[in-house]
């Protein structure tokens, strides 16, 4: 389909924090190439008011609101409401593409509603892989029915392209991009640093911070309650500890985890903060403990040392580069982990010092470059494009923090 003189008409689903936090740099960076692309916003609403902030933050106003939020939904809901809202969108703005993000289950139906109607998909963050359907759920799920309707797939990091050429994904519908959380990352640490300091970002004189973050669907009941075991050993064996946690909305982890923790004087729970305050505690944190996929990443780009509370990892890369361990969501493996990396100079120096492999803050950059030449040579050889904008790790960058 070679390019007329008609503009690229480029839709982006979001529908949670996330994914909003991952595809904020992308609407930015197609929206700058305004004579190429016509580009509009779909929210399905999946998460409003952790993302309303974001949508402030990277100056976004969506175009369509499918509001598909209830109290308690299923994913059969989620699905259901997002294909039955976002396909009238779809037939009345027929989008020459359609891009989404990650792994959600919004995303999945937004991919697979536009496959319908003979739309173009293009997945953002491709080929993260952990093997195991059940683990995360259905997250693993979604992801690799994504791959399998999307026509462009944004991989961040060559991994990832290995895990979908071995699924039978041509290689020219995949490009190696970096991650755009890394775009959002560094945007956001320039404006949280342009901000007045507080009394509060000051921490309490010799004591380490420690920020958690735990959500994660298949976490939930036993899973939680071993990591909030784990937090509460964690500060009665080691008074030179705080803990700042924010608690997801979902009554499945607000409950138990305010039930467990409330308590403590050097255990803050708070609401969900907008992603410049998260950025503002995760500078100052001396460790990151994360059921999270997101954190994963920005955490190492900041310097902090990460412990992994899941059994599997879709972004091993940083487990292999040294600058996260999977513990699980077990109480004994997450406090061992944590008192190891703290207590032990060497250890948390290597941990805050590995190379992220992760990307440079130019994927979104990179994003709208290949869709650019893709549409104006689609089925020609796709060779060239990546040779010129692929992403490529510099072998000796290293980005550290203090302790």
């Known amino acids: 389909m070679a390019r007329s ?51 402030r933050l990277f100056a976004i106003t969506p175009d369509h609101d499918l509001d598909i939020m209830t109290e308690r939904q299923s994913l059969k809901d989620i699905v259901t409401r997002t294909m039955q809202r976002l396909d009238p969108i779809l037939a009345k703005e027929k989008p020459h ?9 919004s995303a999945f139906a937004a991919a697979l509603v536009a496959f319908y109607r003979h739309i173009f998909v293009g997945h953002v963050e491709a080929g993260l892989r952990t093997g195991d359907l059940w683990n995360p759920y259905p997250e693993e799920l979604n992801r690799q029915l994504i791959s399998r309707v999307a026509e462009l797939n944004f991989a961040p990091t060559a991994r990832a392209r290995r895990a979908l050429l071995d699924e039978g994904v041509p290689e020219g519908r995949i490009f190696v991009t970096g991650n755009t959380v890394i775009d959002a990352l560094m945007f956001t640490v320039a404006k949280a640093r342009a901000r007045r300091p507080r009394a509060s970002d000051r921490g309490r004189a010799g004591r380490r911070l420690i920020l958690v973050t735990a959500h994660r669907r298949e976490n939930f009941g036993t899973g939680i309650t071993e990591i909030c075991a784990a937090l509460l050993d964690l500060v009665e064996r080691n008074d030179d500890l705080e803990i700042f946690l924010p608690v997801h909305p979902n009554p499945a982890v607000k409950e138990p985890i305010e039930r467990a923790l409330s308590k403590h004087s050097r ?28 954190l994963q990443e920005e955490a190492p780009a900041l310097g902090k040392p990460v412990v992994v509370m899941r059994d599997e990892t879709e972004r091993p890369e940083i487990v292999e580069a040294g600058g996260a361990v999977l513990a699980g969501p077990h109480r004994d493996r997450i406090v061992k982990s944590v008192e190891k990396i703290l207590h032990d100079p060497k250890t948390y120096a290597r941990m805050a010092h590995v190379r992220n ?37 510099a072998k000796n960058t290293r980005r550290g923090a203090r302790r």
């Open 97 to 105: 593409m359609v891009i989404v993000q990650g792994d959600t289950t």
């Open 267 to 294: 255990i803050t729970l708070s609401p969900p903060l907008e992603y410049v305050e998260l950025v503002r505690i995760m500078e100052r944190s001396s460790l990151v403990l994360t059921d999270s996929g997101g």
């Open 357 to 393: 492999p992760f990307g440079d803050g130019r994927a979104s950059e990179r994003i709208a470059k290949i869709l650019d030449g893709w549409f104006g040579s689609h089925g020609a050889d796709t060779s060239a494009l990546r040779k010129r904008y692929e992403y490529a790790p």
């Open 5 to 55: 003189s008609e503009k690229i008409r480029v839709m982006i689903v979001f529908g949670t924090r996330p994914e909003v936090i991952k595809l904020g740099p992308v609407v930015k960076a197609l929206r700058a190439r305004g004579r190429t692309f016509s580009t509009s916003t779909c929210f399905t609403a999946q998460h409003r008011r952790m993302c309303d902030p974001l949508f």
